[in-house]
C-alpha cells in the first residue's frame, strides 16, 4: 500500500512541537507494516539543506503563488517530497510565524499551495509513483480532501480516499473569504457543508467535512471533540461525522527516547540499572544552579507556554510546591507574559526555582533524565507526548485529566496502588488547587521509596512505541481502500 504523507512540519528537519514528532516517527512503524510512505512537506531552508544535491526534480506546475517543483530524494531516513516555491517557503526560522511574531500574511497560499500539490501528486502521480490514499494532518493539510473532491470530473474520477488526522482543534487556519478564488476553491462549497466557518475560508474544516475519515490523537480527545468545550464551533460536525471518527494515541520514537543511548543525557539508566538516574539528576541540579540538598522531588516542565498547557495555575501553585522541599525546572517559550513570569519566579527562589527561556533538544532529553517528576496541566491536550516521554525515562507524570494525559497515565489512586498498576497522577478539574493537591500527593509518594521506585520501574515498562498505533492506523487504511473498491464496483453496476 502506497500512502502519501502530508504536513508542515517533521522531526529532524523542522519542529515547533509534537506534530513533528509524530510524523518524523509513524512513517517508519508503517513501513515496518508494509505500507511505503512518502511525506510531502514544504521545502523550507532546513528542508532543502537535508535533501542531497542529486534530488530529482519535477516541475509541477502553476499552484496558488506561483509555479512550483518538487524535490523527490530520500533523506535521514525518509522519503521526502519537497515542495520548491521559494517565494513561499524560502524563510529561515518558524514555519509559521516571521520575524515579527505574527502568522506570515500569506500563510493561506503557502499552506493552499502545500494542499494543491498533494491533490495533483494523489491524481497525477509524480514521477510513476501515485499513492493508494492520502493522509493529511492538522489546518496546514486541511484543503487536501477539498481540493480532491472538488476538481474536475477527470480529477475526481482519479481521487484516492484521504484521512485526515486533527492534532490540535486550536489552530484552525481561517482566513477571509475573499482567499477562496486565490486559493482556486470554488463558490460552491463555500456552505456549512463545505469548507465555509462563520463566514470565512476553515481550512481545518474544509479537511474535516471533506475527508472519507478522520482521526484524532487520543480516544479521549476524539470523545471530547464532539463537545462545545472543546471542539471549538467544530463540534457539530465532528459529532456529525462521528462514525467517520477515531481516536488512536501517538507513540514515541523508542529509538530517539531511549534513557539507554540517549546522547543528550549525562549518563545511561535502565530499568534494571536505576541507580545511574541519579547522575542525571546531579547534572541537571547543576545546570539549573539548584542547591543540592532538596528533600521533595525535582519537578520539570518541558513545554511551549500558551494557555493551553496550564502553566499559570502552576505559578498559582508554586509556593505550595516549594513549601514540601521540592524544586522545578522548566524549559519553554511561547507567552511573552509566561516567559516573563516564569524568569521573575526563578529570580525570587533562587536554588530551588530554575528557568530556562528558549527552545532546547539536548537540555530537553536531559531534563526528562534528571527529573523525579514531569508537570503537564494543560487545560487541553490532544495527546502530550512529553508524558510518554517522561514515562519511558522514569519520570513520573502528574497531569491534568484530559484528552490523551488521560488515556496514557494511570493514577496512583488507592486501588491503582494495592493492584500495581500506577504510572503517575492525575488531576481533575484544571485548576491551581487541584494541581496543588497533585503535587502534594506526588510528594507524598516521593517519601515512600518504595512506591516510587516501584512506580518508576512500572512507567518505564509501560508501552509508548508506535507498533499499537500504527496497526490502528493501518486498520483504518485497509478499510478506506475496500470503502473505494466497493463504491467503485457499485458505481459500475449502477447500483
Ligand atoms: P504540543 O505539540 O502541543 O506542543 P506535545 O507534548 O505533543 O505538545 O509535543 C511537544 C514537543 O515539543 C515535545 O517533543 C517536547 O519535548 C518539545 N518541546 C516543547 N517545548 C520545548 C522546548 N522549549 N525545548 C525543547 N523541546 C520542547
Ligand atoms: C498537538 C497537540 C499535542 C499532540 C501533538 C501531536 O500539538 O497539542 O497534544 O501530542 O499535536 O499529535
Redesign the pocket.
Known amino acids: 500500500m502506497k500512502v502519501l504523507f502530508v504536513a508542515s512540519e517533521c522531526v529532524p528537519f523542522i519542529k515547533t512541537?509534537?506534530?513533528a514528532?509524530?510524523i518524523g516517527a509513524l512513517p517508519g512503524a508503517l513501513a515496518a507494516l508494509g505500507i511505503e510512505v512518502r511525506v510531502l512537506l514544504p521545502a523550507y531552508p532546513s528542508v532543502n539543506a537535508a535533501l542531497p544535491k542529486k534530488a530529482k526534480t519535477v516541475v509541477i506546475g502553476k499552484l496558488p503563488g506561483g509555479r512550483a517543483r518538487l524535490r523527490a530524494a530520500k533523506a535521514k531516513g525518509f522519503d521526502l517530497l519537497a515542495l520548491d516555491l521559494p517565494q513561499l517557503f524560502d524563510r529561515p526560522g518558524n514555519p509559521y510565524l516571521g520575524p515579527d511574531g505574527k502568522d506570515w500574511p500569506d500563510n493561506h497560499l503557502r499552506f493552499g499551495a502545500l494542499c494543491r500539490a498533494a491533490a495533483r501528486i494523489a491524481t497525477e502521480g509524480v514521477g510513476g509513483w501515485r499513492p493508494d490514499l492520502v493522509h493529511t494532518h492538522d489546518w496546514q493539510g486541511g484543503l487536501v480532501p477539498a481540493y480532491l473532491k472538488l476538481g474536475s470530473a477527470k480529477e475526481r474520477a482519479a481521487a484516492p480516499p484521504c484521512v485526515i488526522t486533527i492534532?490540535?482543534i486550536a489552530f484552525q487556519g481561517l482566513f477571509p473569504a475573499t482567499t477562496r478564488s486565490e486559493l482556486g476553491l470554488p463558490d460552491s462549497g463555500f456552505t456549512h457543508s463545505g469548507f465555509e466557518f462563520f463566514g470565512q475560508v476553515g481550512f481545518l474544516k474544509a479537511g474535516l467535512a471533506y475527508a472519507e475519515r478522520i482521526t484524532t490523537?487520543s480516544p479521549t480527545y476524539a470523545r471530547e471533540l464532539t463537545t462545545p468545550e472543546f471542539g471549538l464551533g467544530l463540534e457539530g460536525l465532528i459529532a456529525h461525522r462521528r462514525a467517520a471518527l477515531t481516536g488512536i494515541l501517538?507513540g514515541i520514537d523508542l529509538e530517539v527516547w531511549n534513557p539507554e543511548s540517549d546522547p543528550a543525557i549525562a549518563a545511561p539508566y535502565a530499568v534494571n540499572r536505576l541507580a545511574a538516574k541519579l547522575k542525571n539528576r546531579a547534572a541537571l541540579a547543576e545546570r539549573f544552579r539548584l542547591d543540592g540538598a532538596a528533600p521533595g522531588p525535582l519537578f520539570c516542565v518541558v513545554s511551549r507556554l500558551t494557555r493551553?498547557k496550564g502553566l499559570d495555575l502552576l505559578l498559582e501553585a508554586l509556593p505550595r510546591l516549594l513549601d514540601r522541599g521540592a524544586r522545578l525546572v522548566v524549559l519553554g517559550s511561547g507567552d511573552a507574559d509566561l516567559e516573563k513570569a516564569f524568569a521573575t519566579a526563578a529570580r525570587e527562589n533562587p536554588g530551588r526555582v530554575g528557568v530556562v527561556t528558549g527552545y532546547d533538544e539536548p537540555l530537553s532529553h536531559l531534563m526528562q533524565a534528571g527529573a523525579d517528576a514531569i508537570l503537564v496541566p494543560s487545560r487541553f491536550?490532544?495527546?502530550?507526548?512529553t508524558q510518554l516521554y517522561g514515562l519511558r525515562y522514569g519520570t513520573l507524570p502528574v497531569v491534568a485529566r484530559t484528552?490523551?494525559l488521560a488515556d496514557t497515565v494511570i493514577d496512583a489512586n488507592e486501588a491503582a496502588r494495592l493492584s500495581g498498576v500506577a504510572t503517575g497522577f492525575q488531576f481533575s478539574p484544571v485548576t491551581a488547587a487541584a494541581l496543588g493537591d497533585a503535587i502534594e500527593r506526588t510528594c507524598d509518594a516521593f517519601a515512600d521509596r518504595k512506591l516510587w521506585t516501584g512506580m518508576m520501574r512500572r512507567a518505564m515498562k509501560h508501552p509508548v512505541g508506535w507498533q499499537t498505533s500504527a496497526a490502528a492506523y493501518a486498520k483504518i487504511y485497509s478499510a478506506m481502500l475496500k470503502d473505494t473498491a466497493l463504491q467503485t464496483a457499485t458505481s459500475r453496476t449502477g447500483a
Open positions: 512541537g509534537g506534530l514528532d509524530v492534532h490540535n490523537v501517538n493551553q491536550e490532544p495527546c502530550g507526548l484528552g490523551g
